[in-house]
Protein backbone atom coordinates (compact mmCIF):
# COMPACT_ATOMS: atom_id res chain seq x y z
CA UNK A 1 0.00 0.00 0.00
CA UNK A 2 2.96 2.29 1.12
CA UNK A 3 4.62 1.70 -2.42
CA UNK A 4 1.77 2.11 -4.24
CA UNK A 5 0.99 5.70 -2.65
CA UNK A 6 4.00 7.20 -3.36
CA UNK A 7 3.94 5.74 -7.07
CA UNK A 8 0.99 7.97 -7.12
CA UNK A 9 2.35 10.58 -5.50
CA UNK A 10 5.76 10.66 -7.48
CA UNK A 11 3.29 10.36 -10.81
CA UNK A 12 1.16 13.38 -10.11
CA UNK A 13 4.31 15.11 -9.04
CA UNK A 14 6.19 14.35 -12.58
CA UNK A 15 2.76 15.49 -14.16
CA UNK A 16 2.79 18.75 -11.79
CA UNK A 17 6.14 19.67 -12.74
CA UNK A 18 5.38 18.87 -16.49
CA UNK A 19 2.80 20.93 -16.53
CA UNK A 20 4.46 24.07 -14.58
CA UNK A 21 6.66 24.18 -17.48
CA UNK A 22 3.83 24.92 -20.36
CA UNK A 23 1.76 27.80 -21.38
CA UNK A 24 -1.83 27.90 -22.32
CA UNK A 25 -0.61 29.35 -25.63
CA UNK A 26 1.32 25.95 -26.02
CA UNK A 27 -1.65 23.58 -26.09
CA UNK A 28 -5.41 23.82 -26.46
CA UNK A 29 -6.16 21.01 -23.73
CA UNK A 30 -7.26 22.28 -20.72
CA UNK A 31 -4.62 22.02 -18.47
CA UNK A 32 -6.90 22.18 -15.19
CA UNK A 33 -9.40 19.83 -16.13
CA UNK A 34 -6.71 17.22 -17.51
CA UNK A 35 -4.67 16.99 -14.59
CA UNK A 36 -8.05 16.44 -12.60
CA UNK A 37 -8.29 13.49 -14.74
CA UNK A 38 -4.93 12.60 -14.29
CA UNK A 39 -5.61 12.49 -10.94
CA UNK A 40 -8.43 10.04 -10.72
CA UNK A 41 -6.02 6.87 -10.84
CA UNK A 42 -7.23 6.38 -7.71
CA UNK A 43 -10.67 5.61 -8.69
CA UNK A 44 -9.18 3.41 -11.66
CA UNK A 45 -6.35 0.90 -12.26
CA UNK A 46 -3.74 1.05 -14.46
CA UNK A 47 -4.74 -1.72 -17.66
CA UNK A 48 -3.20 -3.13 -20.49
CA UNK A 49 -6.71 -2.25 -22.20
CA UNK A 50 -6.74 -0.52 -25.71
CA UNK A 51 -6.55 3.62 -25.32
CA UNK A 52 -10.58 3.68 -27.07
CA UNK A 53 -11.52 0.91 -24.44
CA UNK A 54 -9.98 2.90 -21.39
CA UNK A 55 -11.12 6.15 -22.49
CA UNK A 56 -15.11 4.78 -22.74
CA UNK A 57 -14.22 3.38 -19.13
CA UNK A 58 -12.85 7.10 -17.83
CA UNK A 59 -15.50 8.86 -19.63
CA UNK A 60 -17.70 6.17 -17.77
CA UNK A 61 -16.21 7.66 -14.33
CA UNK A 62 -16.05 11.13 -15.13
CA UNK A 63 -19.85 10.55 -15.16
CA UNK A 64 -20.23 9.49 -11.56
CA UNK A 65 -17.51 11.84 -10.05
CA UNK A 66 -19.32 15.29 -12.66
CA UNK A 67 -21.48 16.27 -9.06
CA UNK A 68 -18.20 17.06 -6.92
CA UNK A 69 -16.73 19.34 -10.22
CA UNK A 70 -20.16 21.28 -10.14
CA UNK A 71 -19.33 23.44 -7.34
CA UNK A 72 -15.88 24.53 -8.35
CA UNK A 73 -15.45 27.91 -10.07
CA UNK A 74 -13.43 27.20 -13.29
CA UNK A 75 -15.66 24.76 -15.46
CA UNK A 76 -14.26 21.25 -15.95
CA UNK A 77 -13.66 20.10 -20.06
CA UNK A 78 -14.82 16.66 -20.00
CA UNK A 79 -13.11 15.16 -23.08
CA UNK A 80 -9.80 16.70 -21.63
CA UNK A 81 -10.15 14.99 -18.29
CA UNK A 82 -11.06 11.50 -19.99
CA UNK A 83 -7.47 12.07 -22.00
CA UNK A 84 -5.93 12.69 -18.24
CA UNK A 85 -7.51 9.52 -16.71
CA UNK A 86 -6.43 7.28 -19.91
CA UNK A 87 -3.02 8.64 -19.66
CA UNK A 88 -2.61 7.90 -16.14
CA UNK A 89 -4.43 4.39 -16.36
CA UNK A 90 -1.58 3.80 -19.22
CA UNK A 91 1.14 4.90 -16.73
CA UNK A 92 1.79 8.13 -19.41
CA UNK A 93 3.65 10.79 -17.63
CA UNK A 94 1.51 13.67 -19.61
CA UNK A 95 1.21 14.75 -23.06
CA UNK A 96 2.07 18.38 -21.86
Not at 24 to 46: F, N
Not at 52 to 68: N, S
Request: hydrophobic share 35%; charged share 30%; net charge negative.
Amino acid sequence: MAIRKSVVVWTVGAVLAALAGCSDADSAVDRSSYTKGYEALGYIETVQDSREEIEHRCDDLYGELAPMYRSQKKKVVRADWVQGCADGAQNKDSRF
